[in-house]
């Protein structure tokens, strides 16, 4: 067999090493150049094509999360939004509340930056690594109700038990009935202490009984979601509708 650059290439690509094979040429001209080592080529062609597969599986990651908008905390006015600080924010960016199980909350009404939040929180979450998956309420208490007609409604939680985050938006817009109401207590109950609930909801906790029919699935509801969290209470002007006011 003659060594060869193609027989090499099929050879990286037959042991998914497809980055590396892709760019194998110039990773051989950057060591004749420099002069590398064997070991700092080998190095090099291992960094290489892990930093590939980390892309591929952010980029994967970011798109199965089914975020309609992107939003960035860069983009974030904190000095329009007083009553959170950048520094309240920032701080969970260590993403000790991921491993730690915890929940983060938004609560306010509209227009004041919940869902610009959270999704920037979501997005760095992916960025460092970690599985998230977003679902508006409504999209997801339809999903369940679906789920639990078709009798499959374990298998259904079990699914989205995968993610590291499960971030809910825009909870408490529309009431749920009595048996919505109990399965999403079921999700809630699988996710509690095992995976991270990032949520949004204009609705403070004493008014959840509103939307969740009864006292009966609302406290244990609540209850679960509070104990280990992070509430962010926001509060001040829509933003939509300042912008609207002064657009400049
Ligand atoms: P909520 O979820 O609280 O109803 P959003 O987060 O959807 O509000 O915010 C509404 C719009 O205003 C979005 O386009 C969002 O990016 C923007 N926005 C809200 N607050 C801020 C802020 N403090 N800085 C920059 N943009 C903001
Ligand atoms: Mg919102």
């Not at 597969?53 to 904190?78: C, S, W």
């Not at 599985?131 to 939680?157: C, H, N, P, Q, Y």
Request: with cysteine; hydrophobic share 40%; net charge neutral.
């Amino acid at each position: 067999m003659t060594l060869s650059l193609d027989l090499l290439k099929t050879q990286f690509h037959s042991i998914g090493f497809n980055s590396f094979a892709r760019h194998l040429e110039e990773l051989l001209r950057q060591a004749d150049q420099n002069d590398w080592s064997h070991l700092q080529f080998v190095h090099q062609m291992i960094t290489h094509e892990l930093s590939a597969r980390q892309l591929t599986r952010i980029t994967y990651n970011l798109k199965r999360a089914g975020f309609p908008v992107r939003k960035h905390l860069e983009e974030f006015d904190f000095s329009f939004q007083t009553t959170i600080s950048k520094k309240q924010i920032h701080r969970l960016l260590d993403f000790t509340f991921v491993h730690n199980r915890e929940n983060i909350v938004f609560i306010g009404p509209a227009g004041v930056g919940k869902t610009h939040l959270a999704t920037a929180i979501a997005i760095k979450a992916i960025d460092a690594g970690f599985k998230v998956l977003r679902l508006s309420a409504l999209e997801l208490v339809e999903a369940l109700d679906l789920a639990e007609s078709r009798g499959t409604l374990r298998e259904k939680i079990t699914s989205l038990l995968k993610f590291d985050i499960l971030y809910i938006d825009e909870l408490g817009y529309l009431p749920v009935n009595k048996q919505s109401a109990y399965n999403f207590f079921q999700l809630i109950n699988a996710l509690y202490e095992y995976r991270s609930l990032l949520l949004t909801t204009n609705k403070n906790f004493t008014e959840w009984h509103d939307f969740f029919c009864e006292d009966a699935v609302a406290v244990p509801i609540v209850d679960r979601i509070i104990h280990h969290s992070h509430l962010f209470i926001l509060g001040g002007d829509s933003y939509r509708l300042n912008q609207k006011l002064h657009p400049d």
